[in-house]
Antibody, heavy 118, light 110 residues
Framework: EVQLVQSGAEVKEPGESLKISCKGS????????IGWVRQMPGKGLEWMGI????????RYSPSFQGQVTISADRSISTAYLQWSSLKASDTAMYYC???????????WGQGTLVTVSS | NFMLTQPHSVSESPGKTVTISCTRS????????VQWYQQRPGSAPTTVIY?????PSGVPDRFSGSIDNSSNSASLTISGLKTEDEADYYC?????????FGGGTKLTVL
C-alpha cells in the first residue's frame, strides 16, 4: 500500500527556519516524483515544486522559486520542504503528493499545518 | 502560462447528476491530461479522475471525466449524488514548465 506520511504541525515565529518532511512507503521511492502543494487558509491548491529522488532533479513553480527549497534523502525515502526565513504569509497547510509521471498527483500525504506568528 | 477556470460553487439534490466544468485559458485542453481531486472538509485531497477519464481503484463509477475540444474545457460528472460527495473539487493540468490547479468548486448536496 502506497503511503506518504508527513511530519507534524509546526508553530514558528517570523524569521525562523523550518524543514518539514514526507516519508514514502509501499512503492519504489526513487522512481516517482514527489511534489509539494500549498493551501492557504480557506483557499485553493497551489503547486510549489517537484523532485525526482532518483537523481534529485527539482522543478519549482515560478511563484515559489527562491522562496523554498525542496530536497530528498533516498536512503530514508523522505522528501523535504524547507524555509530559511519564515513569514506570516507562509501560514498554510502543506501537502506532499506522489506524481508517477511528474505531471499529476495520485497519492497524497495527510498534510502539515505550518503557523507563523509572533 | 495558462489558467484553469472553474465555477465557484454548484449545488444539487441527492440522487441527481451534477457536472463541474474546467476551462483552459490558452493552449488546447487535449494537449495535456486533466485530473480531478476531491477534498472533503478538514481532509487531504484525493484523486478521483486522472488522464482525463480514468478512475483510480476504489473510486465509484458514479464519477466520470471528459474533455470537450469545442469549449476547450474538461468536465467532472457525478451521478447518483450522495451527501458524502459534498466537497471541494479541483481540476489540474500541466504544460512543459508548470502544473496548474483550477480555483476549485464547492459542491453542496442538499
Amino acid at each position: 500500500e502506497v503511503q506518504l506520511v508527513q511530519s507534524g504541525a509546526e508553530v514558528k515565529e517570523p524569521g525562523e527556519s523550518l524543514k518539514i518532511s514526507c516519508k514514502g512507503s509501499g512503492y519504489r521511492f526513487t522512481s516517482n516524483w514527489i511534489g509539494w502543494v500549498r493551501q492557504m487558509p480557506g483557499k485553493g491548491l497551489e503547486w510549489m515544486g517537484i523532485i525526482y529522488p532518483g537523481d534529485s532533479d527539482t522543478r519549482y513553480s515560478p511563484s515559489f522559486q527562491g522562496q523554498v527549497t525542496i530536497s530528498a534523502d533516498r536512503s530514508i525515502s523522505t522528501a523535504y520542504l524547507q524555509w530559511s526565513s519564515l513569514k506570516a504569509s507562509d501560514t498554510a497547510m502543506y501537502y506532499c503528493a506522489r506524481l508517477p509521471s511528474g505531471n499529476y498527483y495520485d497519492y497524497w500525504g495527510q498534510g502539515t499545518l505550518v503557523t507563523v506568528s509572533s | 502560462n495558462f489558467m484553469l477556470t472553474q465555477p465557484h460553487s454548484v449545488s444539487e439534490s441527492p440522487g441527481k447528476t451534477v457536472t463541474i466544468s474546467c476551462t483552459r485559458s490558452s493552449g488546447s485542453i487535449a494537449s495535456n491530461y486533466v485530473q480531478w481531486y476531491q477534498q472533503r472538509p478538514g481532509s487531504a485531497p484525493t484523486t478521483v479522475i486522472y488522464e482525463d477519464n480514468q478512475r483510480p481503484s476504489g473510486v465509484p463509477d458514479r464519477f466520470s471525466g471528459s474533455i470537450d475540444n469545442s469549449s476547450n474545457s474538461a468536465s467532472l460528472t457525478i451521478s447518483g449524488l450522495k451527501t458524502e460527495d459534498e466537497a471541494d473539487y479541483y481540476c489540474q493540468s500541466y504544460d512543459s514548465r508548470n502544473r496548474v490547479f483550477g480555483g476549485g468548486t464547492k459542491l453542496t448536496v442538499l
